[in-house]
């Protein structure tokens, strides 16, 4: 059997994921959670055969961010990523995670079985989709005007001037982990791995104006 965490922040999503592995008849699904803190933590408890993971959970910690935590922690754990992304940025950085699996959740229900089974047994499994967006995709410097909202783009451009989430929070009437929300959606929209690559990407794009000197060159 076939043991598999689902983490999703759709409860919808993960009812109907979690009922067709449940009747796949060699697959049980031993836990259920809705952000990557969550997805930390099941498989610390549970020890999963297979951790299905989304990318976006703006509530907290993103999945991408999740992936990457756990390959620092030496998991075993394989991940396989179901999700509506399906551009080239997103494939490298989730892959350079430590990802064995990436299926989109436009994937049929048969795909899915597949992927489950394949990265169970120690294989990788790309949906056809990523596959082509890894040969075939675009530069991964994608224009943020263009994929962001007025929100995330505002809030980008605030933390990269170096500006806290406590500050920038006090300025839209929001609380900071909401701040924090938007930054992991910019992040995982523009195919970057952290807040410094965001800034240069929006440096770039002359966004910004003047940045301070990168500490780290």
């Known amino acids: 059997m076939i043991r598999v965490v689902v983490v999703d922040d759709h409860a919808v999503v993960r009812t109907g994921v979690i009922g067709l592995l449940q009747g796949a008849g060699d697959i049980e699904v031993v836990g259920e959670g809705d952000s990557g803190e969550s997805a930390l933590r099941l498989v610390r408890e549970r020890k999963p055969d297979v951790l299905m993971l989304d990318l976006s959970m703006p509530n907290g910690m993103s999945g991408l961010e999740a992936a990457r935590r756990l390959q620092a922690q030496g998991s075993k754990v394989p991940i396989l990523v179901l999700t509506v992304h399906c551009d080239q940025a997103s494939a490298r950085h989730v892959l350079d995670a430590g990802v064995r699996g990436y299926v989109t959740k436009a994937s049929s229900a048969e795909e899915l079985l597949q992927a489950v089974r394949k990265i169970a047994s120690g294989g990788r499994y790309l949906s056809a989709e990523i596959a082509e967006a890894l040969a075939f995709g675009a530069s991964t410097d ?33 609380v900071p982990k909401t701040v924090h929300s938007y930054k992991y959606r910019a992040i995982e929209k523009l195919g970057v791995a952290n807040l410094i690559e965001l800034a240069r990407l929006l440096e770039r794009h002359g966004l910004l104006g003047d940045l301070p000197p990168d500490p780290s060159t």
Do not use: F, Y
């Open 142 to 174: 994608v224009n943020p005007c263009s994929v962001l909202s007025p929100r995330e783009l505002d809030i980008s451009q605030a933390l990269a001037r170096g500006q806290t989430a406590e500050a920038i929070a006090a300025r839209l009437h929001i």
